[in-house]
């Protein structure tokens, strides 16, 4: 392993302020974009120290006992060095990354989910909620059993591939939408069939399929090196919008509008967390609030609970991630107990380490804190299974990966009518098996 060493000493409390000051202070880059390597920050114990990491512009990829994965340009490495850290390149995967075919393109994801529509369309409605930069169509599935009537039914929210090189978690869409539908009304399936009938449930199965696309080296539609084994992934995370400096892409979790700019995200456009040039500017983004601003009737919001799915580092994160405060002025304390309560019992049910997300780093612009904190939706993410293959492991372990958070998927459907129940306060904020509509006590950042 070949090590950079900065410096042997780790970096003063006061020294980190003031270089992630400077750091913020420097100007946007202004030339083409410069290729982003993976590198392993050592002697990273606190979650200070990886806050300070992520304001350099590096991507944190992995967490582990001291030390943490980045992904980061040579500029954001030396950022990093002059912090005090240790910086080296990370151990190689089990199997370098060449294109699994056992892997959902776009186009075989489309065919599949129209498939399923085509086998239940009285539980399954395919709509598209908006058009990515490149303009292929972001599509969602609505799952219930009066699909073509909008009920007064709790709603919940499940979210695949904000990351391009994710592609994990499309994988995981796909199977709650095959869990939902091909269950439903089968013997031995009483919990999804009453969820079904009593829930109105929306799949968005690829909010990112422009960088999904390059990332399997295939951004055309009709690219032919699509899952062809001779080509490796691009290691992509962002988007595929142009910037006007001629950089490439936006991290569209960090282009959401509330606290958006914030900690833990980077104007700098070659950044992997580059914020955009303003909130929702990546039409993607635009797409998803617009759709959950829609779900918002006679004022009241319908939907409940929310999941996004990430890679890599089996964790489930509730928000806040702008602040390490547990109760902002921005949060009802009932409602930090739910999401703390809720976010537990999930981890017990897939095994993954629970926390406030936050307390990994800070971030900001972030679809968790958009949906609460505009909405007041207890949303959540899981960040899946990475191990030793990182960001791609084989499609051997689909089956095993997705299904392992069966369980917790099926608990955040059953808390989508009174999440309170969660801290035994249903009676004083339930009513008829629904939330009472909110009474706030804050005015949110960013009107929508």
Request: proline fraction near 6%.
């Amino acid at each position: 392993m070949r090590t950079l060493r900065f410096s042997l000493r780790r970096p003063s409390s006061l020294l980190l302020l003031l270089l992630v000051l400077l750091a913020g202070a420097l100007p946007r880059s202004s030339v083409s974009q410069p290729q982003a390597a993976r590198y392993r920050v050592e002697h990273v114990a606190t979650r200070e120290q990886r806050s300070a990491i992520a304001a350099t512009g590096a991507a944190i990829d992995a967490v582990g006992a001291g030390w943490v994965d980045i992904t980061a340009t040579a500029a954001e490495v030396q950022r990093i060095g002059a912090l005090g850290f240790t910086i080296s390149q990370p151990p190689r995967p089990q199997d370098y990354p060449y294109i699994d075919p056992g892997y959902h393109t776009y186009d075989q994801m489309v065919a599949e989910i129209r498939a399923v529509q085509a086998a239940h369309p009285a539980i399954v409605q395919l709509f598209s909620i908006g058009r990515s930069y490149e303009g292929r169509e972001l599509w969602a599935a609505k799952i219930s059993d009066h699909v073509q009537i909008d009920e007064d039914q709790p709603e919940a929210l499940f979210v695949g591939h904000y990351h391009a090189r994710e592609h994990l978690t499309v994988e995981m869409m796909l199977y709650i939408l095959h869990m939902l539908a091909d269950e439903y009304d089968a013997p031995g399936s009483e919990q999804v069939t009453a969820l079904v009938d009593s829930r109105e449930i929306y799949l968005v199965f690829d909010l990112n399929p422009d960088g999904g696309a390059y990332d399997m080296n295939c951004e055309e539609p009709e690219g032919q090196q699509c899952n062809n084994p001779a080509y490796s992934y691009q290691f992509w995370r962002k988007n595929r919008q142009p910037n006007e400096d001629g950089t490439i892409g936006i991290d569209l979790n960090r282009n959401h509008s509330y606290r958006w700019g914030g900690a833990g995200s980077s104007s700098y456009t070659n950044s992997e967390t580059y914020h955009g040039p303003a909130p929702a500017s990546a039409p993607e983004i635009q797409a998803m609030q617009s759709f959950i601003n829609s779900r918002k009737v006679d004022g009241v919001q319908q939907i409940a609970v929310a999941l996004s799915f990430h890679t890599y580092g089996e964790l489930v994160l509730w928000p806040y991630g702008y602040t390490y405060e547990d109760v902002p002025e921005d949060m009802r304390p009932d409602d930090h107990a739910v999401l703390e309560a809720m976010g537990r019992a999930m981890a017990q049910l897939n095994g993954y380490y629970p926390e406030q997300a936050s307390d990994l780093y800070l971030i900001s612009g972030g679809f968790d804190d958009w949906a609460y904190g505009v909405h007041g939706i207890f949303a959540y993410t899981f960040e899946m299974y990475g191990g030793a293959y990182g960001f791609y492991p084989p499609s051997s372990l689909i089956g095993q990966t997705t299904s392992i958070n069966r369980a917790a998927v099926l608990y955040l459907l059953e808390h989508a009518d009174c999440p309170y129940a969660a801290i035994g306060a249903t009676a004083s904020h339930c009513t008829n098996g629904r939330i009472n509509p909110p009474q706030r006590v804050w005015l949110p950042l960013v009107a929508d």
